[in-house]
């Protein structure tokens, strides 16, 4: 069914305090040498001695020991380093809060796509065979570029020894530029596998004189592994490798994505512990839901609003802005403000809050600057929002508020939510803004590509994934104007209302160098929006879960009982596969997990036969923590795998499953 390398572990559970070793079957193609390299490295990573031993074609003995002498049980961690570095990785990476909230989001709803797009203009020669030999010397050099993500046990980064990154090259009219935009924007990647960013070059129609228009080329990366900072950095080591033949001199560049995960692990919290714990971070003001008047369901997909101050616009901001010792981001952040207290129908003094992103290329970390990876988080700005506050006072706020950020960028969100007494899987906010600023490519790089009769403009964001129900972008064009741009989640914001709340935005920056009077209030401001509809923006909706336990195969009346445990982000398919394919007696049921080790079901659901719990990658770990915390007795055996495409997961699975099979003969 599939070629994923993806293997199974098959554990019989022991109890807590079990003895000094316990035993499990690694199922799936792994070389002897393979396996001793991943026993070594689990070892290394584990306070665990971790042994193979080959048992027949495809199978390999574990032997866990714990290596300080405690109870051999290992935990999901174990088990899941074993499954990835068996599966192909190199390494694996622990990834912030943030950024395991992006792959989350990425595996448990994969039709969303998930991806960030860029585009250019290439005027000149295109040496396609170079153009792919570039890209592929870049991948060598840079790790992010040969990393997947797993998310067996807690989602992280799998590195690989290489990647193959994918170079399309379409001769003008094989498609429309706006279709091919949106039919890469739908093709996603497959998270589980290296090489998460693709090229496209379109050519340009012909010219008289037997010229072409410019080459537009289209770049689509996973938004959980890049951002569009990284993206420029890269794009800088591409032209390099292109004036140079196509390829990069040196090794892997260093620091990388592993350096700033070690250097993040040894930072010292207690300062970012206490300033967050002197924050006030209310729940975000939302506008009121609409109520139920029978219309049809919102629309589906990612929906894009554009807006711009035009040059002359952008440099008055810009200097009432510095007049009153701020920046152009800090009026902004306070005019979002502004908008979240009106949507919200407040009165009187009220905290406001809303994420601000910061790339973190800022921290205290010698090449941080230089890392073409996600470091950085959206952190939670509050300011009070009062209408007979000076305008010059919110502003201030706004831009005191953002330098205690810039401070603490690095700090994960989820250890935010925990500092401010917020439930650790709970949204911090609804809305975000990100000021990026334009990054120039190098004129001596530019001037090698000139010599080569190769010209290139600044890359621009066409399409992102907004990530939070609205999110709203901003930065510089290249004639000084500020462009702004809403992208919204269309569950959550309707075009028409995300039009008008852009409209708003924009009328409001327009307005403040107006107010130059230094006892300007903030109700002044508000004033001009009167008579306007307030837009509605809705959190995001429930994740439906459906039913707790479904018999999908009835089996014989004495025979075994397998359950799938379904979790989010198992793959899709994997279980509908193993269904079809597998040809034994057993009775098969889905069973939702819960919670992380949940009992309570079990006892229900076995017959006369054993009871063998099953998951593919985060159901494989239910399946171990709920087998962990039944009754000794209740569970006879478990069947994890790792993370693949769903093919590929019931591939594992049915060999486990034969491996349980076997062991009762």
Same mark, same amino acid.
Do not use: K
């Given at each position: 069914m599939s070629d994923d390398p993806v293997l199974a572990v098959v554990f019989a559970p022991v109890p807590a305090a079990s003895g000094p070793s316990v035993e499990a079957e690694l199922c799936g193609p792994l070389g002897p040498g393979r396996a001793e390299s991943v026993a070594a490295r689990v070892t290394q990573r584990h306070a665990y001695t971790v042994t193979v031993a080959a048992s027949g074609t495809g199978?390999?003995?574990?032997?866990?020991?714990?290596?300080?002498?405690?109870?051999?049980?290992?935990?999901?961690?174990?088990?899941?380093?074993?499954?990835?570095?068996?599966?192909?990785?190199?390494?694996?990476?622990?990834v912030t809060g943030h950024q395991q909230d992006l792959i989350r989001a990425a595996v448990e709803e994969p039709a969303g796509g998930h991806v960030g797009q860029v585009a250019w203009n290439w005027t000149g020669p295109v040496d396609l065979a170079r153009f792919t030999a570039a890209w592929l010397s870049v991948a060598d050099r840079e790790t992010v570029l040969r990393a997947a993500f797993d998310w067996t046990h807690l989602p992280r980064l799998a590195l690989h020894e290489w990647a193959e990154i994918d170079v399309a090259h379409l001769a003008h009219g094989a498609v429309s530029w706006s279709d091919l935009i949106e039919r890469d924007r739908?093709?996603?990647?497959?998270?589980?596998?290296?090489?998460?960013?693709?090229?496209?070059?379109?050519?340009?129609?012909?010219?008289?004189?037997?010229?072409? *228009?410019?080459?537009?080329?289209?770049?689509?990366?996973?938004?959980a592994l890049l951002d569009e900072r990284g993206v420029h950095l890269l794009l800088r080591e591409f032209y390099r490798a292109y004036v140079r033949g196509g390829t990069l001199p040196g090794?892997?560049?260093?620091?990388?994505?592993?350096?700033?995960?070690?250097?993040?692990?040894?930072?010292?919290?207690?300062?970012?512990?206490? &300033?967050w714990a002197t924050v006030d971070v209310p729940p975000e003001t939302a506008a009121p839901e609409a109520p139920d008047d029978g219309s049809p369901a919102a629309a589906l997909g990612t929906g894009r609003v554009h807006r711009r101050l035009r040059p002359p616009q952008t440099t008055r901001l810009r200097t009432?802005?510095?007049?009153?010792?701020?920046?152009?981001?800090?009026?902004?952040?306070?005019?979002?403000?502004?908008?979240?207290?009106?949507?919200?129908?407040?009165?009187?003094?009220?905290?406001?809050?809303?994420?601000?992103?910061?790339?973190?290329?800022?921290?205290?970390?010698?090449?941080?600057?230089?890392?073409?990876?996600?470091?950085?988080?959206p952190l939670p700005m509050t300011v009070t929002v009062d209408p007979a506050e000076p305008v010059a006072g919110l502003l201030g706020q706004a831009r005191d508020a953002a330098l205690d950020l810039a401070v603490h960028a690095w700090v994960p969100g989820d250890r935010v939510r925990v500092w401010t007494g917020r439930n650790p899987d709970a949204e911090l906010f609804e809305t975000g803004i990100v000021f990026d600023r334009r990054v120039e490519l190098p004129v001596a790089l530019l001037a090698e590509l000139r010599a080569q009769d190769v010209e290139v403009d600044a890359p621009r964001v066409i399409s992102a994934h907004p990530g939070l129900p609205l999110t709203l972008a901003a930065r510089h064009d290249a004639d000084g104007g500020l462009s702004l741009t809403v992208r919204y989640d269309r569950r959550c914001l309707g075009d028409v209302d995300a039009s008008a709340l852009l409209s708003h935005c924009v009328r409001l920056l327009r307005s403040l160098p107006d107010h130059r009077d230094p006892q300007s209030a903030v109700g002044d401001l508000l004033e001009l929006l009167r008579g306007s509809e307030v837009p509605r923006v809705l959190p995001r909706p429930p994740v439906p879960e459906g039913p707790d336990a479904t018999v999908l195969r009835a089996g014989g009346p004495s025979a075994d009982t397998i359950v799938l445990v379904r979790v989010p982000g198992v793959p899709a398919g994997a279980y509908e596969a193993l269904v079809r394919h597998h040809r034994g007696p057993e009775r098969i049921v889905s069973l939702r997990a819960a919670r992380p080790g949940e009992p309570s079901a079990l006892p229900g659901l076995s017959g006369a036969g054993r009871l063998v719990l099953c998951?593919?990658?985060?159901?494989?770990?239910?399946? &171990?923590?709920?087998?962990?915390?039944?009754?000794?007795?209740?569970?006879?055996?478990?069947?994890?795998?790792?993370?693949?495409?769903?093919?590929?997961?019931?591939?594992?699975?049915? *060999?486990?499953?034969?491996?349980?099979?076997?062991?009762?003969?």
């Open positions: 199978r390999h003995t574990l032997r866990v020991e714990h290596a300080r002498g405690g109870p051999a049980r290992p935990g999901p961690a174990v088990l899941a380093d074993v499954l990835a570095l068996a599966g192909g990785a190199r390494d694996t990476v622990a739908l093709r996603g990647f497959a998270p589980h596998r290296p090489g998460l960013l693709r090229v496209t070059l379109l050519e340009g129609p012909p010219r008289p004189g037997g010229t072409r *228009a410019p080459t537009r080329v289209l770049l689509t990366h996973h938004r090794r892997e560049r260093r620091p990388d994505v592993r350096d700033h995960a070690r250097w993040l692990a040894r930072q010292r919290t207690e300062g970012a512990r206490a &300033y009432w802005a510095a007049m009153r010792g701020a920046g152009e981001s800090s009026a902004l952040h306070a005019v979002w403000a502004l908008l979240l207290y009106r949507a919200g129908g407040a009165v009187g003094p009220v905290p406001v809050s809303f994420g601000v992103h910061l790339s973190a290329r800022d921290i205290p970390m010698e090449g941080a600057a230089g890392i073409p990876g996600l470091l950085g988080n998951g593919a990658g985060p159901g494989g770990v239910a399946a &171990y923590e709920m087998a962990c915390a039944a009754p000794e007795g209740t569970v006879a055996a478990v069947v994890m795998t790792g993370v693949g495409s769903g093919p590929g997961c019931a591939v594992a699975l049915a *060999a486990g499953l034969e491996s349980v099979r076997a062991g009762s003969r």
